[in-house]
Structure formats: C-alpha cells, structure tokens
C-alpha cells in the first residue's frame, strides 16, 4: 500500500492511497466524521478498475487535517483490536 499526497493546506488534506477499495475508506470515513474539528469528509475511487482512493479531509481549523487522519486510524485499530478478540472469545465458547 502506498500513499500518495495531493494535496495539504492547513485545513485540508488529499491523499491517494493505492490498493485500497471501499471497505478500508468506508470505515476511515466514519471515523474521520466522528472526530468534533471536521467540517467535511469523504473519499472517491475514481476508476474501477484501479484499486486507488483519494480520502479528502476538511477541518474547521482548530486541529491539522492530518492529525484527524491519524486518530481516525487509531480508532479504526482500536475497532479491529476489539472484533478480534470479541471473535476469538466467541470461537472458544463454541
């Protein structure tokens, strides 16, 4: 996977990640949202065929756009963390 910048002001941030489909920007987009300082968030897979998305942040200008983006990460980690165990508990009661 690699990471592309196309765009960053103090406010906004555009990124072009490779290899990526709906299933990571979708969960990315919801946490990007969840977080107070955001004024817009979305992502678009411009082709089909190509496996890219570009993830754009806008915030209301109290925090970086990129700040954003990393706790959104964080909180999608954290989501993960949590199913696994959640499943591997489960599995073991089974």
């Given at each position: 996977?690699?990471?592309?910048?196309?765009?960053?002001?103090?406010?906004?941030?555009?990124?072009?990640?490779?290899?990526?489909?709906?299933?990571?920007?979708?969960?990315?987009?919801?946490?990007?949202?969840?977080?107070?300082?955001?004024?817009?968030?979305?992502?678009?897979?411009?082709?089909?065929?190509?496996?890219?998305?570009?993830?754009?942040?806008?915030?209301?200008?109290?925090?970086?756009?990129?700040?954003?983006?990393?706790?959104?990460?964080?909180?999608?980690?954290d989501v993960n963390k949590e199913f696994s165990k959640e499943l591997a508990r489960a599995l073991k009661e089974?």
């Amino acid at each position: 996977m690699k990471v592309n910048l196309l765009k960053k002001t103090s406010n906004e941030l555009k990124v072009e990640i490779e290899g990526t489909g709906n299933t990571v920007c979708n969960l990315l987009q919801k946490k990007i949202l969840e977080e107070k300082n955001v004024d817009m968030a979305g992502y678009d897979i411009p082709h089909p065929m190509t496996p890219n998305a570009i993830i754009y942040v806008r915030t209301k200008g109290t925090v970086k756009p990129e700040q954003i983006l990393r706790n959104a990460l964080e909180n999608a980690r954290d989501v993960n963390k949590e199913f696994s165990k959640e499943l591997a508990r489960a599995l073991k009661e089974k």
